[in-house]
């Protein structure tokens, strides 16, 4: 428990990270971040989380972005 302390993602699901994505950022914005077609043709969660689940490299990138996306969240809340 203690190595996940600080891991932002320790407890969410994938699910949760892509739709607060979606919801927030929108399609268009992880086609441009991660070039998959799920995320620029046949736009659904679940054809997202499918590919996702099976892809791994695809699901780190989409990871790796959501942590950036809540670091990005973060400072602009701070700066007021």
Not at 3 to 21: S, V, Y
Not at 30 to 38: D, H, Q, S, T
Not at 54 to 63: G, S
């Amino acid at each position: 428990m203690e190595a996940q302390k600080n891991n932002p993602l320790h407890g969410l699901t994938l699910e949760f990270i892509l739709t607060d994505m979606v919801n927030n950022e929108g399609w268009d914005f992880l086609g441009e971040e991660v070039n998959i077609n799920c995320f620029k043709s046949n736009q659904t969660i679940k054809s997202s989380l499918n590919f996702l689940r099976k892809t791994p490299w695809a699901r780190a990138k989409v990871e790796s972005l959501y942590t950036y996306v809540l670091r990005e969240r973060k400072r602009k809340l701070n700066r007021g």
